[in-house]
């Protein structure tokens, strides 16, 4: 079987990555031998719809699975449209998630786990720098609630909207 795991580096050794339409590769992995393809991610450096390029080209890869840390809402439908069932991964290696997928062990995906632009600089999933200071997260954190809140909030209009048509 022919899987893709969205990855931040070339090799089955490198981490699973945290967003999947800004992935840096893509390893197109056979579960039979575990022989892998590194795929340069043409979408990483779209200003916008990185998510629906991405997945578009992994179509194009003919995997029959997608494994993700993340996978937003445009990318889960784009694969979804094309028969490609999506796992969520747990941090760790590609070579770890796809040998967890084999046992069975990975949760498939019903809808997307991710926000509209998750992958985007300073919103949804990211990866603080391992020497930033309690106070630089802190500040992060709270930039990313204020975000969220806003995102929320306007979720809730667009529901009482359509609740009063």
Same mark, same amino acid.
Do not use: W
């Given at each position: 079987?022919? !899987?893709?795991?969205?990855?931040? @580096? %070339?090799?089955?050794?490198?981490? !699973?990555? *945290? ?9 197109? !992995?056979?579960?039979?031998?575990? =022989?892998? &393809?590194? +795929? ?8 916008? @719809? ?5 997945? &578009? ?15 937003? %809402? ?9 028969? !490609? ?7 760790? =290696? ?11 062990? /990975?949760?498939?995906? =019903? ?7 998750? @992958?985007?600089?300073?919103? @949804?999933? =990211? ?9 630089? *997260?802190?500040?992060? +954190? ?8 806003? &995102? ?8 009482? &909207? /359509?609740?009063?048509?």
């Amino acid at each position: 079987m022919k !899987v893709i795991v969205s990855s931040t @580096g %070339p090799e089955m050794g490198s981490e !699973v990555s *945290q967003v999947f339409g800004r992935a840096e590769y893509y390893l197109l !992995v056979d579960t039979e031998d575990m =022989s892998a &393809q590194a +795929l340069k991610n043409p979408a990483t450096g779209q200003s916008s @719809g990185a998510g629906i390029r991405a997945a &578009q080209f992994v179509l194009e890869q003919k995997p029959e699975a997608l494994i993700s840390s993340n996978v937003g %809402p445009n990318a889960f439908e784009v694969l979804s449209a094309g028969a !490609v069932e999506c796992y969520s991964a747990p941090p760790g =290696s590609v070579k770890s998630a796809v040998e967890a997928f084999e046992k069975g062990a /990975l949760r498939s995906l =019903s809808s997307a786990n991710a926000g509209s632009h998750s @992958g985007m600089s300073g919103g @949804g999933v =990211s990866e603080r720098p391992a020497d930033s200071s309690a106070e630089e *997260q802190l500040e992060m +954190l709270a930039k990313r609630l204020r975000e969220l809140r806003g &995102q929320v909030a306007d979720i809730v209009d667009q529901i009482d &909207q /359509l609740t009063r048509e």
